[in-house]
């Protein structure tokens, strides 16, 4: 069911409890040639109905792309650790706004998210400790996100699906052992959509989707990503492609695969390489200089329960 809401109404609407019981949710952009790309995320609704997500200036791109594009979709679809009791999927479709002033103390509604995340996530708080804060500052130098609803749907979850048998077709490998999927589409007027669908392997691409969906043909990705109760164990990759509807059902036909962290013994270190990097590159052309953190005030935070 499809209803138009204003931001304020997320106050007391009865999904509100539902959004705050989701340990994460699926945040899609438009990238620049209108792809739409989701990863998954921490969300926190405000006081004012808006919902404030963050990104760190290691991974900008979600924010480069809300500056260029305002229109942004959040999926609330992987229930582990909310514990809901069969939950709906739920889908905030609306505006988001991300100015360039990078955050890195802990305070008002930034510092109400750290501390739920150090409460829901307790891996996190290795990062406060030396030596791992010496090469992993760039995990506190936020930027913050503030998406406006304009519209919540609300859908079953699917039942698990047979997923995608191991094989040659790109990202394969990355989307075996899941049994649903999250599909970054678009709709007529070029707005992100997303939808939790099962996805099976096929000739020349992954079929996903009900054939009723509220989508059109172009480009499109597949999100899958999971974490344990205590949101550790994670792993998240996208496939990139074109949709196509066919004979069979809404095709996926896989153009990329990215997959960040990755799998293997040195992927942490390259991870950490490429982090230090990308922050360097994106202060060097705002002639910013690197923040610096108060550490001990995320501390405090973290011992708070």
């Known amino acids: ?10 106050i007391d609407h009865p999904l509100a ?12 952009t438009l990238t620049a040639d209108g792809t739409p790309i989701a990863w998954p995320t921490a969300v926190l609704r405000r006081d004012d109905g808006t919902l404030l997500v963050t990104t760190s200036v290691a991974f900008p791109q979600k924010a480069l792309n809300v500056r260029r594009d305002a229109r942004v979709a959040l999926l609330f679809s992987d229930p582990t650790g909310s514990g809901l009791t069969d939950p709906a999927q739920v889908l905030v479709r609306g505006t988001a ?30 990062y406060l400790r030396a030596p791992a804060r010496w090469f992993t500052d760039w995990y506190f130098m936020r930027l913050l996100i503030t998406v406006t609803p304009s519209e919540i749907t609300t859908a079953p979850l699917p039942a698990p699906g047979p ?9 394969a490998d990355a989307l075996t052992g899941y049994a649903t999927t999250v599909l970054a589409a678009r709709d007529s007027a070029g707005a992100p959509v997303l ?20 989508i059109v043909p172009g480009p499109a990705s597949l ?15 996208v496939v990139r492609g074109s949709l196509a509807r066919t004979g069979a059902g809404w095709l996926l036909t896989p153009e990329r695969l990215i997959e960040p962290a990755g799998r293997g013994p040195g992927d942490a270190l390259r991870t950490l390489r490429n982090c230090r990097a990308s922050t360097r590159r994106y202060l060097d052309r705002r002639g910013l200089d690197r923040p610096g953190i108060p550490w001990q005030a995320y501390r405090a935070l973290a011992q708070t329960r």
């Open 1 to 10: 069911m499809i209803r138009t809401i204003t931001a304020m109404s997320l």
């Open 17 to 28: 409890h539902t959004l705050d019981a989701y340990r994460t949710a699926e945040f899609a």
């Open 223 to 237: 999100l899958v990503h999971r974490h344990d109760e205590k949101l550790a164990a994670l792993h998240n990759a």
């Open 163 to 171: 997923g995608v048998a191991a094989g040659t077709l790109l990202g």
């Open 195 to 214: 939808l939790r669908t099962t996805v099976t392997g096929a000739e020349g691409g992954y079929l996903v989707a009900p054939a009723d969906a509220p």
């Open 97 to 126: 706004t991300c100015p360039e002033q990078i955050h890195t103390d802990p305070a008002g509604d930034l510092g109400r998210l750290w501390a739920r995340l150090f409460h829901q996530q307790p891996s996190s708080r290795a």
